[in-house]
């Protein structure tokens, strides 16, 4: 009996996995990818185009504040000129404190791209309401090209 047990085959020990195991486990995971990934890309631009909205909300209000503290009169000019005059301190004449900027930083859209101003507004960017045109370029950054998000439109 002992010479029988001696002799038995012994079952190989596996330490591993197969190729076939391995191809498998990639071939499923390829699978989930695609069924994934594109839904996670179409709400990652649906997320930035939410978020210049938003900043376009922000920069509309800064300037309707300014123009309630100016009798109506909204700031005149486009970009850079009224983005550094909403951004500067003014100097009240009742005190000697200085009066906070109606924008802390300049504002920007999802893409990181600094949103476009432009009052009286004319072209393409004017509106029914009388107020200033504010604008994204987009995710393209070519104005005019129809995926800009703007105040004056649903879009």
Same mark, same amino acid.
């Given at each position: 009996? =002992?010479? %029988?047990?001696?002799?038995?085959?012994?079952? #190989?020990?596996?330490? *591993?996995?197969?190729? /076939?195991?391995? +191809?498998?486990?990639?071939?499923?995971?390829?699978?989930?990818?695609?069924?994934?990934?594109?839904?996670?890309?179409?709400?990652?631009?649906?997320?930035?185009?939410?978020?210049?909205?938003?900043?376009?909300?922000?920069?509309?209000?800064?300037?309707? =504040?300014? %123009?309630?503290?100016?009798?109506?009169?909204? #700031?005149?000019?486009? *970009?850079?000129?009224? /983005?550094?005059? +909403?951004?500067?301190?003014?100097?009240?004449?009742?005190?000697?404190?200085?009066?906070?900027?109606?924008?802390?930083?300049?504002?920007?859209?999802?893409?990181?791209?600094?949103?476009?101003?432009?009052?009286?507004?004319?072209?393409?960017?004017?509106?029914?309401?009388?107020?200033?045109?504010?604008?994204?370029?987009?995710?393209?950054?070519?104005?005019?090209?129809?995926?800009?998000?703007?105040?004056?439109?649903?879009?």
């Amino acid at each position: 009996m =002992q010479v %029988a047990r001696r002799f038995a085959r012994r079952r #190989p020990v596996r330490s *591993g996995f197969t190729l /076939i195991e391995v +191809l498998l486990v990639l071939a499923i995971l390829g699978v989930i990818a695609a069924m994934v990934v594109p839904n996670l890309l179409g709400r990652q631009d649906e997320a930035n185009r939410r978020a210049s909205r938003i900043s376009i909300s922000g920069f509309e209000n800064a300037v309707k =504040q300014y %123009a309630a503290e100016h009798d109506g009169q909204f #700031p005149e000019g486009n *970009g850079d000129s009224v /983005i550094q005059m +909403l951004m500067t301190p003014e100097q009240t004449d009742d005190s000697a404190k200085p009066r906070a900027p109606y924008l802390e930083k300049e504002p920007r859209d999802a893409w990181k791209n600094a949103l476009r101003y432009e009052y009286p507004a004319s072209g393409n960017h004017q509106s029914t309401t009388g107020k200033p045109a504010i604008w994204s370029a987009g995710p393209d950054r070519q104005d005019d090209t129809g995926d800009d998000i703007n105040n004056w439109s649903q879009n």
